[in-house]
């Protein structure tokens, strides 16, 4: 079993109640909270995505909100709206669901372009702007968008811009024969959830979030993350590769892994394990590699066995 620090030990165990069988899920959820970026979860109907959200948002005891994208929605349900005020004679701005610290936008693909573009300033800056005023958001502040992969009917692909503002994106997955047992037994009077409270004060969170940027990245590390990130963007069956935004990214995520794992400093096994979640969803696959049925996960793991890891002893990287 894995030694975490007390802290993460604490959520990784208060997730587990409600989201069984699923560790290194859960791991990635901290991850992006650590890394202050934002999580795509894709996956099948029904295997937990928006417990996964609800339950780290009640692990933290944070303000929570939901947000049920649907080909209706206009940009204002998300930021919120000006409206008059007759006794003050003058504008007052009704801040929309975005104003929390944890937002869940479930079926984040069923909303029309003009609504998801709502969503890139405020995954961006931290801040939304309304009828030329910027209204900034809380600190810390994480959404967690949902979409299932399979449905076609009435959904809007998300654009480039928009996955790119994502730093992750993982799968849940079917929890084994066994695990859904307990998922039976457990969920036989309530729901696990509605037994789980804080765990980390707002405080020690904001600790953990400056702990973690201490973790040290050695300059060998540094080249192997660019060296990774530009391969993508020279491989012929990649139309367009990552950006900068992914190798700063993949940086940020590499530190919290490390220290998660009980470090201070990052080795190559740790770029090599969270590449894939970070810099998968950035790229985009050209038209024949798609026939082919390559993809872009694919693409990754071949460039991490090409790319030389840095050699040399682990102190090299302390």
């Known amino acids: 079993m894995k030694k975490y620090n007390s802290k993460i030990g604490l959520l990784v165990n208060n ?8 560790r290194g899920v859960i791991e990635m959820m901290i991850i992006g ?10 996956d099948v109907p029904g295997v937990g995505k928006t417990m996964l959200a609800r339950s780290l948002a009640k692990s933290l005891g944070v303000e929570f909100n939901r947000l049920q994208f649907t080909p209706d929605m206009l940009p204002s349900d998300v930021t919120g709206v000006s409206i008059y005020n007759q ?11 975005i ?19 709502a969503l890139l300033e405020a995954m961006e800056e931290k801040q939304v702007t309304v009828d030329g005023l910027t209204h900034k958001l809380p600190n810390p502040f994480l959404v967690v968008a949902t979409q299932n992969p399979i449905e076609y009917e009435g959904t809007f692909p998300l654009p480039e811009a928009q996955l790119d503002r994502f730093l992750l994106r993982i799968k849940l ?38 702990t973690v940027r201490d973790v040290y990245v050695s300059p060998l590390i540094r080249e192997y993350i660019v060296e990774i990130v530009n391969r993508t963007r020279t491989n012929e069956d990649l139309y367009l590769g990552a950006s900068p935004r992914g190798s700063l990214a993949l940086y940020r995520t590499s530190q919290v892994f490390a220290f998660i794992n009980g470090r201070n400093y990052v080795l190559p096994d740790d770029i090599k394990e969270i590449a894939p979640y970070v810099l998968a969803h950035r790229l985009i696959v050209n038209p024949e590699a798609r026939l082919k049925e390559i993809s872009s996960n694919r693409i990754v793991q071949e460039i991490l066995e090409q790319v030389p890891a840095p050699g040399g002893a682990e102190e090299g990287f302390k």
């Open 15 to 22: 997730l587990e109640k409600v989201i069984i069988g699923k």
């Open 33 to 42: 909270l650590l890394s202050q970026g934002h999580i795509l979860i894709e």
């Open 87 to 97: 006794s003050s004679n003058g504008f007052e701005f009704k801040p929309g669901p």
């Open 99 to 117: 104003f929390a610290q944890v937002v869940l936008v479930d079926e984040i693909n069923r909303a029309t372009p003009k609504t998801q573009a």
């Open 173 to 210: 997955g079917y929890p084994l024969p066994e695990e859904e047992i307990r998922i039976l037994e457990d969920q036989k009077i309530e729901h696990p959830i509605n037994s789980i409270g804080p765990v980390i004060s707002e405080e020690e969170l904001r600790l953990l979030l400056k």
